[in-house]
Protein backbone atom coordinates (compact mmCIF):
# COMPACT_ATOMS: atom_id res chain seq x y z
CA UNK A 1 0.00 0.00 0.00
CA UNK A 2 1.12 3.21 -1.04
CA UNK A 3 1.67 5.68 1.39
CA UNK A 4 -0.67 8.09 -0.41
CA UNK A 5 -3.11 6.11 -0.19
CA UNK A 6 -2.73 5.03 3.23
CA UNK A 7 -3.46 8.67 4.27
CA UNK A 8 -6.45 8.80 1.83
CA UNK A 9 -8.31 5.96 3.45
CA UNK A 10 -7.20 5.42 6.63
CA UNK A 11 -6.80 9.12 7.76
CA UNK A 12 -10.79 9.92 7.20
CA UNK A 13 -11.83 6.07 8.77
CA UNK A 14 -9.88 7.60 11.57
CA UNK A 15 -11.55 10.41 11.44
CA UNK A 16 -14.79 9.01 11.08
CA UNK A 17 -14.57 7.10 14.15
CA UNK A 18 -13.35 9.94 16.16
CA UNK A 19 -16.42 12.15 15.77
CA UNK A 20 -18.62 9.30 16.12
CA UNK A 21 -16.77 8.75 19.40
CA UNK A 22 -16.95 12.05 20.90
CA UNK A 23 -20.35 12.78 20.12
CA UNK A 24 -21.24 11.02 23.00
CA UNK A 25 -18.38 10.95 25.19
CA UNK A 26 -19.21 10.46 28.95
CA UNK A 27 -17.89 13.77 31.25
CA UNK A 28 -14.91 12.39 33.20
CA UNK A 29 -15.27 10.92 37.33
CA UNK A 30 -13.40 13.01 39.74
CA UNK A 31 -10.53 11.25 41.12
CA UNK A 32 -11.14 9.48 44.47
CA UNK A 33 -8.49 8.89 47.29
CA UNK A 34 -5.78 6.93 46.76
CA UNK A 35 -2.88 5.40 48.91
CA UNK A 36 0.37 6.72 48.47
CA UNK A 37 1.87 3.93 46.47
CA UNK A 38 -0.36 2.58 43.16
CA UNK A 39 0.00 -0.40 41.07
CA UNK A 40 -1.93 -1.68 37.73
CA UNK A 41 -0.81 -4.43 35.79
CA UNK A 42 -2.37 -5.20 32.54
CA UNK A 43 -2.55 -9.36 31.36
CA UNK A 44 -3.77 -9.55 27.39
CA UNK A 45 -3.66 -12.02 24.97
CA UNK A 46 -4.24 -11.03 21.24
CA UNK A 47 -5.25 -13.70 18.53
CA UNK A 48 -4.64 -12.35 14.85
CA UNK A 49 -6.51 -14.85 13.20
CA UNK A 50 -5.40 -13.74 9.74
CA UNK A 51 -1.82 -13.29 10.20
CA UNK A 52 0.45 -15.06 7.98
CA UNK A 53 2.90 -17.73 8.84
CA UNK A 54 6.25 -16.30 7.58
CA UNK A 55 8.04 -19.36 8.17
CA UNK A 56 11.39 -20.13 10.37
CA UNK A 57 13.44 -17.34 8.05
CA UNK A 58 10.55 -14.91 8.39
CA UNK A 59 10.40 -15.09 12.19
CA UNK A 60 13.90 -15.46 12.74
CA UNK A 61 13.52 -11.62 10.95
CA UNK A 62 10.85 -10.52 12.81
CA UNK A 63 12.93 -11.76 16.09
CA UNK A 64 15.83 -10.02 14.85
CA UNK A 65 13.78 -6.58 13.69
CA UNK A 66 12.21 -6.84 18.01
CA UNK A 67 15.84 -5.91 18.99
CA UNK A 68 15.46 -2.52 17.29
CA UNK A 69 12.10 -0.46 15.67
CA UNK A 70 9.76 -2.69 16.93
CA UNK A 71 10.58 -3.25 20.69
CA UNK A 72 7.45 -2.74 23.08
CA UNK A 73 6.75 0.14 24.46
CA UNK A 74 3.85 0.54 27.21
CA UNK A 75 1.25 0.36 26.63
CA UNK A 76 1.34 -2.85 24.89
CA UNK A 77 -2.34 -4.13 26.35
CA UNK A 78 -4.04 -1.42 24.57
CA UNK A 79 -3.98 -1.79 21.12
CA UNK A 80 -1.91 -5.54 20.36
CA UNK A 81 -0.70 -6.06 16.80
CA UNK A 82 0.06 -9.32 16.55
CA UNK A 83 -0.88 -12.90 18.44
CA UNK A 84 0.74 -12.96 21.11
CA UNK A 85 0.59 -12.17 24.87
CA UNK A 86 0.95 -8.38 26.39
CA UNK A 87 1.68 -7.13 29.71
CA UNK A 88 2.06 -4.07 31.37
CA UNK A 89 3.22 -2.61 34.38
CA UNK A 90 3.32 0.90 36.09
CA UNK A 91 3.76 2.11 39.30
CA UNK A 92 2.53 6.06 40.69
CA UNK A 93 4.56 6.46 44.01
CA UNK A 94 3.65 10.01 45.42
CA UNK A 95 6.19 9.23 48.31
CA UNK A 96 9.16 9.31 45.48
CA UNK A 97 7.44 10.00 42.29
CA UNK A 98 9.48 9.07 38.57
CA UNK A 99 11.98 6.83 40.47
CA UNK A 100 13.08 3.84 39.15
CA UNK A 101 10.61 0.84 40.39
CA UNK A 102 12.16 -3.00 40.41
CA UNK A 103 9.27 -5.73 39.91
CA UNK A 104 10.96 -9.07 41.36
CA UNK A 105 8.96 -11.54 39.25
CA UNK A 106 8.04 -15.17 39.48
CA UNK A 107 10.31 -17.58 37.00
CA UNK A 108 7.04 -18.31 35.32
CA UNK A 109 7.09 -15.09 33.34
CA UNK A 110 10.01 -16.05 31.79
CA UNK A 111 11.48 -12.36 31.70
CA UNK A 112 14.36 -13.01 33.56
CA UNK A 113 14.22 -12.24 37.32
CA UNK A 114 13.27 -8.58 37.65
CA UNK A 115 11.73 -6.05 35.75
CA UNK A 116 12.43 -2.48 35.78
CA UNK A 117 10.58 0.00 35.64
CA UNK A 118 11.49 3.59 34.49
CA UNK A 119 9.99 6.80 33.58
CA UNK A 120 8.40 7.29 30.29
CA UNK A 121 11.04 9.74 27.98
CA UNK A 122 9.90 13.17 28.42
CA UNK A 123 7.99 15.12 25.76
CA UNK A 124 8.90 17.63 23.55
CA UNK A 125 7.43 20.76 22.87
CA UNK A 126 4.49 20.80 20.32
CA UNK A 127 5.85 22.71 17.38
CA UNK A 128 3.39 24.61 15.84
CA UNK A 129 1.02 23.28 12.53
CA UNK A 130 2.21 23.67 8.70
CA UNK A 131 0.60 25.19 5.94
CA UNK A 132 -1.23 21.70 4.19
CA UNK A 133 -1.35 19.98 8.11
CA UNK A 134 -4.91 21.01 8.49
CA UNK A 135 -7.69 18.35 7.91
CA UNK A 136 -8.60 18.57 4.44
CA UNK A 137 -12.84 18.98 3.55
CA UNK A 138 -13.89 15.40 4.31
CA UNK A 139 -17.65 13.73 4.32
CA UNK A 140 -18.16 10.18 4.81
CA UNK A 141 -21.17 8.44 5.90
CA UNK A 142 -21.90 6.03 8.75
CA UNK A 143 -24.01 3.29 8.08
CA UNK A 144 -24.79 1.53 11.74
CA UNK A 145 -25.77 -2.10 12.09
CA UNK A 146 -26.03 -4.03 15.70
CA UNK A 147 -27.08 -7.68 16.75
CA UNK A 148 -26.44 -11.19 16.41
CA UNK A 149 -28.04 -12.92 13.22
CA UNK A 150 -27.99 -13.81 9.11
CA UNK A 151 -31.12 -11.07 8.58
CA UNK A 152 -30.58 -7.20 9.11
CA UNK A 153 -33.30 -6.55 11.15
CA UNK A 154 -35.93 -3.43 10.86
CA UNK A 155 -35.28 -0.05 11.26
CA UNK A 156 -31.44 -0.97 10.28
CA UNK A 157 -28.85 0.67 9.20
CA UNK A 158 -29.05 3.81 11.37
CA UNK A 159 -27.59 6.50 8.51
CA UNK A 160 -25.92 9.65 9.32
CA UNK A 161 -23.28 11.68 7.22
CA UNK A 162 -20.80 13.32 8.73
CA UNK A 163 -19.41 16.61 6.62
CA UNK A 164 -15.96 18.54 7.47
CA UNK A 165 -15.49 21.83 5.58
CA UNK A 166 -12.92 24.43 6.49
CA UNK A 167 -12.77 23.02 9.30
CA UNK A 168 -16.01 22.95 10.73
CA UNK A 169 -18.38 19.62 10.82
CA UNK A 170 -21.96 19.05 10.42
CA UNK A 171 -24.00 16.15 10.89
CA UNK A 172 -27.55 15.36 8.89
CA UNK A 173 -29.51 12.01 9.25
CA UNK A 174 -30.54 9.85 11.92
CA UNK A 175 -28.17 10.56 14.17
CA UNK A 176 -25.90 7.95 15.89
CA UNK A 177 -26.81 5.71 18.70
CA UNK A 178 -26.76 6.65 21.86
CA UNK A 179 -23.36 5.68 22.64
CA UNK A 180 -22.15 2.86 25.20
CA UNK A 181 -18.79 3.25 26.33
CA UNK A 182 -16.21 1.56 28.80
CA UNK A 183 -15.22 3.32 31.78
CA UNK A 184 -11.94 4.80 31.32
CA UNK A 185 -9.45 2.46 33.58
CA UNK A 186 -6.38 3.19 31.90
CA UNK A 187 -4.37 5.74 33.19
CA UNK A 188 -2.35 8.50 31.98
CA UNK A 189 1.54 8.35 32.53
CA UNK A 190 3.28 11.32 32.98
CA UNK A 191 6.52 12.12 34.61
CA UNK A 192 5.40 10.59 38.08
CA UNK A 193 4.94 6.90 36.87
CA UNK A 194 7.54 4.30 36.48
CA UNK A 195 6.44 1.87 33.72
CA UNK A 196 7.39 -1.12 32.16
CA UNK A 197 7.96 -1.93 29.28
CA UNK A 198 10.21 0.93 28.30
CA UNK A 199 13.45 1.76 26.53
CA UNK A 200 15.64 0.40 28.36
CA UNK A 201 13.96 -2.99 29.08
CA UNK A 202 11.76 -4.40 26.43
CA UNK A 203 11.20 -7.76 25.75
CA UNK A 204 8.32 -9.54 24.35
CA UNK A 205 6.29 -11.47 26.88
CA UNK A 206 6.81 -15.60 25.79
CA UNK A 207 4.07 -17.98 24.96
CA UNK A 208 4.53 -19.64 27.91
CA UNK A 209 4.35 -16.50 30.56
CA UNK A 210 2.53 -16.52 33.69
CA UNK A 211 2.32 -14.14 36.14
CA UNK A 212 1.05 -16.46 39.44
CA UNK A 213 3.35 -16.42 41.57
CA UNK A 214 5.16 -13.61 44.25
CA UNK A 215 6.09 -10.53 43.06
CA UNK A 216 7.81 -8.38 44.94
CA UNK A 217 8.71 -4.29 44.21
CA UNK A 218 11.58 -2.29 45.59
CA UNK A 219 13.13 1.18 45.15
CA UNK A 220 13.48 4.31 46.86
CA UNK A 221 10.16 5.45 48.76
CA UNK A 222 8.57 2.11 48.40
CA UNK A 223 6.75 0.27 51.11
CA UNK A 224 8.65 -2.53 52.57
CA UNK A 225 5.23 -4.24 52.61
CA UNK A 226 4.73 -3.93 48.73
CA UNK A 227 4.55 -7.83 47.66
CA UNK A 228 1.72 -10.04 47.06
CA UNK A 229 1.21 -13.47 45.48
CA UNK A 230 -1.03 -13.42 42.08
CA UNK A 231 -3.04 -16.16 41.60
CA UNK A 232 -4.56 -17.77 38.41
CA UNK A 233 -7.56 -14.97 38.07
CA UNK A 234 -4.79 -12.46 37.35
CA UNK A 235 -3.12 -15.31 34.72
CA UNK A 236 -2.91 -14.68 30.88
CA UNK A 237 -6.31 -15.68 29.51
CA UNK A 238 -5.80 -18.32 26.62
CA UNK A 239 -6.48 -17.14 22.97
CA UNK A 240 -9.95 -17.17 21.46
CA UNK A 241 -10.05 -19.67 18.89
CA UNK A 242 -12.01 -17.46 16.55
CA UNK A 243 -13.63 -18.88 12.66
CA UNK A 244 -15.51 -16.96 10.46
CA UNK A 245 -17.41 -18.56 7.23
CA UNK A 246 -19.18 -17.28 4.69
CA UNK A 247 -18.16 -14.68 1.81
CA UNK A 248 -18.25 -10.91 2.37
CA UNK A 249 -21.52 -10.61 0.91
CA UNK A 250 -23.34 -13.78 2.85
CA UNK A 251 -24.20 -13.94 6.07
CA UNK A 252 -20.86 -14.38 8.31
CA UNK A 253 -20.95 -17.09 10.84
CA UNK A 254 -18.29 -16.80 13.67
CA UNK A 255 -17.71 -19.25 16.24
CA UNK A 256 -15.21 -19.84 18.83
CA UNK A 257 -14.42 -22.23 21.72
CA UNK A 258 -15.41 -21.13 25.13
CA UNK A 259 -12.62 -19.29 26.82
CA UNK A 260 -11.01 -19.86 30.38
CA UNK A 261 -12.16 -17.52 32.66
CA UNK A 262 -14.13 -15.32 29.92
CA UNK A 263 -17.13 -13.18 32.41
CA UNK A 264 -18.80 -12.29 28.80
CA UNK A 265 -18.16 -11.79 24.83
CA UNK A 266 -18.24 -8.99 22.54
CA UNK A 267 -17.64 -8.76 19.28
CA UNK A 268 -17.20 -5.14 16.19
CA UNK A 269 -16.62 -4.58 13.13
CA UNK A 270 -16.09 -1.64 10.67
CA UNK A 271 -15.34 -0.79 7.22
CA UNK A 272 -14.66 2.08 5.00
CA UNK A 273 -15.34 1.77 1.29
CA UNK A 274 -13.23 3.11 -1.16
CA UNK A 275 -14.24 5.86 -3.36
CA UNK A 276 -15.38 5.10 -6.57
CA UNK A 277 -13.15 7.83 -8.01
CA UNK A 278 -9.44 8.35 -7.37
CA UNK A 279 -9.29 11.49 -5.06
CA UNK A 280 -12.85 11.61 -3.95
CA UNK A 281 -13.23 12.86 -0.04
CA UNK A 282 -16.54 10.91 0.19
CA UNK A 283 -16.18 8.08 2.40
CA UNK A 284 -18.95 5.35 3.42
CA UNK A 285 -18.07 4.11 6.89
CA UNK A 286 -20.20 0.75 7.92
CA UNK A 287 -20.30 -0.22 11.72
CA UNK A 288 -21.87 -3.29 13.19
CA UNK A 289 -21.26 -4.90 16.57
CA UNK A 290 -22.97 -7.94 18.37
CA UNK A 291 -24.85 -6.16 21.20
CA UNK A 292 -28.60 -6.22 21.09
CA UNK A 293 -28.85 -1.88 21.26
CA UNK A 294 -27.23 0.38 18.74
CA UNK A 295 -24.25 2.86 20.26
CA UNK A 296 -21.75 0.02 20.69
CA UNK A 297 -18.07 0.52 19.03
CA UNK A 298 -14.54 -0.24 19.24
CA UNK A 299 -14.27 1.08 22.88
CA UNK A 300 -15.45 -1.60 23.99
CA UNK A 301 -13.00 -4.20 23.03
CA UNK A 302 -11.08 -3.18 26.24
CA UNK A 303 -10.68 -3.92 30.00
CA UNK A 304 -14.42 -4.36 31.86
CA UNK A 305 -14.84 -4.55 35.61
CA UNK A 306 -16.99 -7.20 36.95
CA UNK A 307 -19.73 -4.13 37.91
CA UNK A 308 -19.75 -2.94 34.04
CA UNK A 309 -20.07 -6.52 32.85
CA UNK A 310 -22.71 -6.96 35.04
CA UNK A 311 -24.73 -3.97 34.11
CA UNK A 312 -24.32 -4.95 30.12
CA UNK A 313 -25.23 -8.55 30.76
CA UNK A 314 -28.64 -7.25 31.90
CA UNK A 315 -28.97 -5.05 28.89
CA UNK A 316 -28.08 -7.18 26.36
CA UNK A 317 -24.96 -5.08 25.03
CA UNK A 318 -22.82 -8.14 25.99
CA UNK A 319 -22.72 -11.75 24.61
CA UNK A 320 -22.52 -14.40 27.78
CA UNK A 321 -19.64 -16.37 28.95
CA UNK A 322 -21.99 -19.46 27.34
CA UNK A 323 -22.02 -17.82 23.70
CA UNK A 324 -19.71 -19.38 21.70
CA UNK A 325 -21.09 -18.03 17.98
CA UNK A 326 -22.12 -15.17 16.30
CA UNK A 327 -23.82 -14.59 12.90
CA UNK A 328 -22.97 -10.93 11.03
CA UNK A 329 -25.99 -9.91 8.75
CA UNK A 330 -25.86 -10.29 4.80
CA UNK A 331 -24.86 -8.25 2.96
CA UNK A 332 -24.06 -5.22 5.38
CA UNK A 333 -20.37 -4.99 3.88
CA UNK A 334 -21.30 -6.08 0.44
CA UNK A 335 -19.83 -3.23 -2.25
CA UNK A 336 -21.33 -2.18 -6.06
CA UNK A 337 -18.59 -0.23 -6.59
CA UNK A 338 -16.74 -3.30 -7.82
CA UNK A 339 -13.80 -2.74 -5.89
CA UNK A 340 -13.35 -5.51 -2.57
CA UNK A 341 -13.01 -3.44 0.62
CA UNK A 342 -12.28 -5.65 3.78
CA UNK A 343 -14.03 -5.18 6.80
CA UNK A 344 -12.30 -5.93 10.18
CA UNK A 345 -13.64 -7.47 13.42
CA UNK A 346 -12.38 -7.51 16.47
CA UNK A 347 -13.24 -9.49 19.57
CA UNK A 348 -13.05 -9.30 23.32
CA UNK A 349 -13.21 -11.84 25.64
CA UNK A 350 -13.52 -10.09 29.25
CA UNK A 351 -11.35 -11.78 32.23
CA UNK A 352 -11.63 -11.36 36.00
CA UNK A 353 -9.45 -8.61 37.89
CA UNK A 354 -7.93 -8.62 40.58
CA UNK A 355 -7.46 -5.60 44.18
CA UNK A 356 -4.87 -6.10 46.48
CA UNK A 357 -4.36 -3.56 49.08
CA UNK A 358 -2.22 -3.32 52.38
CA UNK A 359 -3.59 -3.09 55.22
CA UNK A 360 -6.45 -5.16 53.13
CA UNK A 361 -9.52 -3.26 52.88
CA UNK A 362 -11.86 -3.66 56.20
CA UNK A 363 -15.06 -5.49 56.03
CA UNK A 364 -16.94 -3.87 58.97
CA UNK A 365 -17.64 -0.07 58.20
CA UNK A 366 -17.48 1.18 61.21
CA UNK A 367 -13.52 0.75 60.65
CA UNK A 368 -12.96 1.69 56.96
CA UNK A 369 -13.48 5.69 57.54
CA UNK A 370 -9.66 4.60 60.32
CA UNK A 371 -8.41 2.69 56.98
CA UNK A 372 -5.09 3.98 55.49
CA UNK A 373 -3.71 1.35 52.52
CA UNK A 374 0.26 1.78 52.25
CA UNK A 375 -0.46 0.54 48.30
CA UNK A 376 -3.14 -0.70 46.16
CA UNK A 377 -2.54 -3.35 43.01
CA UNK A 378 -5.09 -3.53 40.50
CA UNK A 379 -4.60 -6.63 37.60
CA UNK A 380 -6.79 -6.48 34.66
CA UNK A 381 -7.10 -9.62 32.26
CA UNK A 382 -8.72 -9.43 28.66
CA UNK A 383 -8.11 -11.98 25.52
CA UNK A 384 -8.89 -10.27 22.53
CA UNK A 385 -8.94 -11.69 18.45
CA UNK A 386 -9.31 -9.97 15.41
CA UNK A 387 -10.03 -10.98 12.10
CA UNK A 388 -9.96 -9.07 8.36
CA UNK A 389 -13.08 -10.05 6.58
CA UNK A 390 -13.33 -10.55 2.76
CA UNK A 391 -9.48 -10.92 2.88
CA UNK A 392 -10.21 -13.40 0.12
CA UNK A 393 -12.45 -11.87 -2.06
CA UNK A 394 -9.92 -8.53 -2.06
CA UNK A 395 -7.11 -10.98 -2.83
CA UNK A 396 -8.37 -12.40 -5.54
CA UNK A 397 -9.14 -9.19 -7.69
CA UNK A 398 -5.38 -8.37 -7.90
CA UNK A 399 -3.39 -12.01 -7.81
CA UNK A 400 -5.15 -15.78 -7.64
CA UNK A 401 -2.03 -16.89 -5.75
CA UNK A 402 -1.47 -14.38 -3.36
CA UNK A 403 -4.36 -11.55 -3.29
CA UNK A 404 -3.55 -7.86 -2.16
CA UNK A 405 -4.99 -8.86 1.38
CA UNK A 406 -2.76 -11.44 2.55
CA UNK A 407 0.20 -9.00 0.73
CA UNK A 408 -0.46 -6.65 2.70
CA UNK A 409 -0.80 -8.34 5.76
CA UNK A 410 2.72 -10.16 5.37
CA UNK A 411 4.10 -6.94 4.49
CA UNK A 412 2.78 -5.70 7.69
CA UNK A 413 3.77 -8.68 10.14
CA UNK A 414 7.12 -8.76 8.22
CA UNK A 415 8.15 -5.40 9.64
CA UNK A 416 6.86 -6.81 13.41
CA UNK A 417 3.89 -5.14 15.73
Given amino acids: MSPSLHRSRIAPFALALAITAALGSPAGNAAAQTPPTQVWI ?194 FMPEIALTGQGDIEAPIELRWSPVERAQAYFLQAAQMKTPVKQGMNKFDVVVWSSAEVGGAGQTLVDYLGAPQISRWLKQRVLLPASATSCTVPQGIFADDSGVANVAVLNMAAYGPETHLAYPPRPTDARKLAAWKPEWSVRVRTKSTASLVLGLEEAGAQDNPKEGRGRRLLRGLFKRGT
Avoid at 63 to 74: G, T, V
Wanted: aromatic share 6%; charged share 20%; proline share 10%.
Fill in 42 to 235: DVATHHHVNEPDLGGMGRFAQRMMDRDASKPKYPTTEHPGGTGRYLDVAVHNRLRPGVQVEDAIPAGLGLGGTLVLMPPPPVGPSQPGQQGDEAPDVEFTVHEYWGCGAAVRGGQPRVTTFRLKAGEATMTGAGVSTGQFAPDGDIQPGPAHVLWPNKFQSTRVPESASVVGAHRFTGQGVPASLKFDLDRNAD
